[in-house]
């Protein structure tokens, strides 16, 4: 529990001046505590230190976070989890986006189930308040490519699977 919290403190000093894109512009860490309360209370995982990841899964991809710093404060197996489900920011947005479709199979369980429900509570965040700036279409844009990196990691959670896939169905987006 104690290296949950430090993750916690962590993370909302690390991101403490960012924003969602929302039109409330929700304080960013909402998301990474919204994403580790989907994996403790819906898909029922109690491990402190995946739910530890969860809080910390944003800040080496969005901070000034290092590698070897969250190592340091935290141990390997988070700070490998993390480094998992970072993006490289070095490259263009599109190639990103490709980047996670196609390396989603190689991901640990542990980085899949985090993952998974970063697609939740985004694609959830999506039908609550589109982002300041988006059409429609984007949002549809957005949805299609979540299915296509979770279809690759669909085996790892029941409730999880269950939830994306009602999410998806919601959007006409199907699995059969």
Do not use: C
């Not at 509570?121 to 039908?127: P, V």
Request: charged share 30%.
């Amino acid at each position: 529990m104690e290296k949950f919290m430090h993750a916690l403190q962590f993370a909302a000093y690390k991101h403490r001046f960012q924003k969602r894109k929302d039109l409330d512009g929700t304080p960013y860490i909402n998301h990474p505590i919204g994403v580790a309360y989907i994996l403790s209370n819906e898909a029922g995982i109690k491990d402190f230190d995946l739910l530890a990841a969860a809080l910390l899964h944003d800040t080496i991809e969005d901070t000034e976070t290092t590698l070897g710093e969250l190592e340091q404060e935290f141990g390997p197996r988070i700070a490998g989890i993390v480094a998992e489900l970072t993006d490289d920011k070095n490259l263009p947005k599109a190639e990103r986006k490709r980047l996670q479709i196609v390396n989603a199979g190689q991901l640990t369980s542990d980085a899949i189930v985090v993952r998974l429900a970063d697609k939740i509570y985004n694609l959830r965040d999506l039908n609550r308040s589109t982002p300041v700036g988006w059409s429609e279409e984007r949002v549809e844009e957005y949805f299609q490519w979540s299915s296509k990196v979770a279809r690759q990691l669909f085996g790892h959670n029941v409730q999880l699977d269950t939830i994306l896939k009602d999410l998806f169905l919601q959007r006409n987006i199907r699995f059969d």
